[in-house]
């Protein structure tokens, strides 16, 4: 069982970086504190999860025409390719890597326990929910609660966090290691999430 784990979110070229294809507006402002949480979690021994997005031609949430970028966007993130990779600040030194289609439950599960402090975990768009994987995370961890930041703030982070409220799970949520498309939207995800006891912390609040 752990404590806590941490959950990052799309820390990737294609999402982080001012030439990506969906670059998440001020994203560059967050990476020295995505790279601080890193290094806290890996000195301390805490698991971080890093849920990066792997995309594949035909996934839903592309446009095949013009996007909406409410529920379709720009191809971004594709596996293989540049853009999905994760960011220097974010990389990991050595994980388990659960890719977006695992063959089946029980060497996902086998791996998570071998090595459980640092899991590159593959979904198909943002929301990691639909990934057959995630209860297993869920069930082989066994976390008290689960610290959740990241890109994009308003779409990723905020699926992981309802899905692990609907899941009984203690969330907090470092709002300055987070960054939004749509800023009003955010500050109304965070309102919310406050009157069902999710903690709002900074990233120096953390540890």
């Given at each position: 069982m752990s404590d806590v784990i941490l959950c990052e979110c799309g820390a990737q070229y294609d999402l982080a970086d001012f030439d990506g294809a969906l670059y998440v507006p001020a994203a560059e402002t967050i990476r020295p504190r995505l790279a601080a949480l890193a290094a806290a979690a890996r000195e301390r021994g805490v698991p971080r999860v890093a849920l990066v997005v792997g995309h594949?031609?035909?996934?839903?949430?592309?446009?095949?025409?013009?996007?909406?970028y409410?529920?379709?966007?720009?191809?971004?993130?594709?596996?293989?390719?540049?853009?999905?990779?994760?960011?220097?600040?974010?990389?990991?030194?050595r994980s388990v890597e659960i890719p977006r289609e695992p063959h089946a439950d029980r060497p996902v599960r086998e791996s998570l326990r071998a090595y459980r402090?640092?899991?590159?975990?593959e979904v198909a768009g943002f929301d990691p929910w639909t990934h057959p994987s995630m209860?297993?995370?869920?069930?082989?961890?066994?976390?008290k609660k689960v610290v959740v930041y990241g890109l994009p703030a308003d779409k990723l982070v905020a699926k992981v966090v309802d899905g692990l409220?609907?899941?009984?799970?203690?969330v907090a949520v470092v709002a300055d290691?987070?960054?939004?498309?749509?800023?009003?939207?955010?500050?109304?995800?965070?309102?919310?999430?406050?009157?069902?006891?999710?903690?709002?912390?900074?990233?120096?609040?953390?540890?």
């Open positions: 594949k031609a035909g996934d839903p949430d592309l446009a095949e025409g013009k996007p909406d409410k529920t379709t966007f720009p191809a971004h993130c594709m596996a293989g390719e540049d853009g999905a990779r994760q960011i220097p600040e974010s990389a990991f030194e402090n640092e899991i590159l975990f209860p297993t995370l869920l069930e082989v961890l066994e976390p409220l609907e899941r009984n799970v203690a290691a987070s960054k939004p498309f749509d800023g009003k939207a955010w500050e109304a995800l965070k309102a919310g999430w406050a009157e069902k006891g999710v903690e709002v912390l900074a990233h120096d609040q953390v540890f």
